[in-house]
């Protein structure tokens, strides 16, 4: 899979967890948005009561202008919490969990910073996260 495709795949993925229109390109194979976001909703919605209100509280505090730094700080921070627990948890899975389990927050109940972080987010799974989602088969088979 080339990195366009990709990078197109991530859009419609965000698109379809954000509850936003998208252009269906992948008809007939295994990449489905809406399956794909449904189980990224899932996986933030598992560690949303345990670890996410101290975070989100720090994002909410932030000015608007610092919001996606204090976003991706936050990603790092949660991520990193969850590497220690045990090697058999690789990097990325943890920062796939933690990045998707604050966009859930955002979005649920923090509405009004969608727009200031989405960029974070994409550049977190595309590029942070892009070269080991491609190596795992692209996003169907995660």
Same mark, same amino acid.
């Given at each position: ?6 990078? *197109?795949?991530?859009?419609?993925? #965000? ?8 252009? &269906? ?8 948005? /809406?399956? $794909? ?24 505090? @932030? ?5 996606? @730094?204090? +976003?991706?700080?936050? /990603?790092? /921070?949660?991520?990193?919490?969850? /590497?220690? &627990? ?8 943890? #920062?796939?969990?933690?990045?998707? @389990?604050?966009? %859930? ?13 989405? =960029?974070? $987010? +994409?550049?977190? %799974?595309?590029?942070?996260? =892009?070269?080991? $989602?491609? *190596? *795992? =088969?692209?996003? =169907?088979? #995660?």
């Amino acid at each position: 899979m080339d990195k366009a495709h990709f990078t *197109q795949q991530t859009q419609d993925i #965000l698109c379809c967890f954000f509850d936003e229109p998208y252009l &269906e390109t992948d008809a007939g194979n295994e990449f489905d948005p /809406v399956k $794909i976001a449904n189980k990224l909703k899932q996986l933030g919605d598992h560690y949303d009561e345990t670890v996410i209100q101290p975070l989100m509280r720090n994002i909410q505090k @932030a000015s608007a202008t610092d919001q996606a @730094a204090v +976003f991706t700080d936050s /990603v790092d /921070v949660l991520c990193n919490s969850w /590497v220690a &627990e045990g090697p058999e948890v690789t990097r990325e899975k943890c #920062l796939l969990k933690a990045t998707m @389990a604050l966009s %859930l927050y955002i979005k649920n109940n923090c509405p009004d910073l969608t727009s200031n972080v989405r =960029g974070a $987010i +994409f550049n977190i %799974l595309n590029n942070r996260l =892009g070269g080991w $989602i491609m *190596q *795992q =088969g692209g996003w =169907g088979q #995660l």
